[in-house]
């Protein structure tokens, strides 16, 4: 009557857990495989083989649980073990902007703030004040969408020089950089050391110029100075010879 109870405890608790877990029957069937050789045998059973069986099969079930388990984690950062893959489009990439994901992040509540603002604006002005002036209400309205249409684009001429991601080749005469637009999309740009002009504005944030166009690049985070000296060009004082007489 003992060893059928110990066989009956044994092959539920190996059944409940490969079928909770999901694992290989071959790790169930081994840690009950000796209490079922004890019964078919008529020896008594060992209170001490059972309880190393059991052990023993505990060890298994948590080994292959713990690896289950990291497999279905989904993971922020690189997994361990060196299984990072290298992307082709991010190689020859030299500067990286500190502040990017919350630029873009900002612009796109701004967006989706102005969107919301111009088309309930007006719906919101005109159903909530019914006894309003016409007149008056539209004032409103206009209010609201202008008010958070200058906010947009003030946000877009405050952070569009600024450069997301930089990339070149030692020994190259060009360099690519990616500019976000105003539907905070990355637009891919060529550029010239030969274009770099200094810029010549009183606007902030502002490294050089380019093609008429101004860029931004945040000096403390650009390791490579070679570079560093080529995107800031000084500005060439002509003094006269006469200047002192």
């Given at each position: ?127 909530t004040s019914p006894d309003m002036n016409v007149i008056l209400k539209g004032a409103v309205a206009s209010s609201v969408i202008f008010f958070s249409a200058s906010t947009t684009l ?25 500019m976000m637009s105003w539907l905070a999309t990355y637009i891919p740009k060529t550029i010239k050391f ?52």
């Amino acid at each position: 009557m003992a060893r059928a109870a110990l066989l009956h405890l044994v092959r539920s608790q190996a059944t409940h857990r490969l079928k909770s877990k999901g694992l290989d029957f071959h790790t169930g069937y081994q840690c009950f495989r000796s209490v079922t050789w004890l019964h078919n045998s008529g020896a008594k059973p060992n209170r001490s083989v059972a309880f190393v069986t059991q052990q023993i099969a505990q060890r298994r079930w948590a080994s292959q649980s713990a690896g289950a388990e990291d497999d279905s984690k989904i993971s922020i950062g690189p997994r361990r073990g060196g299984e990072v893959k290298n992307d082709d489009k991010d190689s020859g990439v030299v500067y990286y902007g500190p502040i990017s994901s919350t630029i873009k992040k900002v612009k796109l509540l701004s967006l989706s703030t102005c969107c919301l603002s111009v088309s309930l604006g007006p719906v919101i002005t005109f159903m909530t004040s019914p006894d309003m002036n016409v007149i008056l209400k539209g004032a409103v309205a206009s209010s609201v969408i202008f008010f958070s249409a200058s906010t947009t684009l003030i946000l877009h001429w405050f952070v569009s020089p600024y450069i997301h991601k930089l990339r070149w080749k030692p020994g190259s005469d060009c360099f690519e950089v990616e500019m976000m637009s105003w539907l905070a999309t990355y637009i891919p740009k060529t550029i010239k050391f030969a274009d770099i002009r200094p810029p010549e504005t009183n606007r902030p944030f502002v490294t050089f110029k380019a093609n008429g166009n101004f860029y931004f690049i945040d000096v403390e985070h650009c390791h490579n100075k070679a570079l560093l000296a080529r995107l800031t060009p000084q500005k060439t004082t002509h003094e006269s010879a006469f200047k002192n007489l």
